[in-house]
């Protein structure tokens, strides 16, 4: 494999990436914990948007 190539992978390998991040800045996943009572959501950048704690389950 000679040095061209690897240049050419290397530059697809960076848009690629770009891509990727580009995908995860954008995505959003939804997890919940406690048969419900705990619902979060967050970026694929592992960024929180939101966390729902049902009011039932916290003791005042």
Known sequence: ???N???KMAQQ????MGRVEEE????EVE???GGG???AVVTGRQE???ITIDP???DP
């Open 5 to 7: 190539n690897l240049a």
């Open 37 to 39: 009572a705990v619902t």
């Open 31 to 33: 997890g919940t914990a």
């Open 24 to 27: 995860l800045r954008t995505l």
């Open 48 to 50: 929180l948007i939101s």
């Open 13 to 16: 390998m960076q848009a690629e």
């Open 56 to 58: 039932g389950v916290v």
């Open 1 to 3: 494999m000679g040095m």
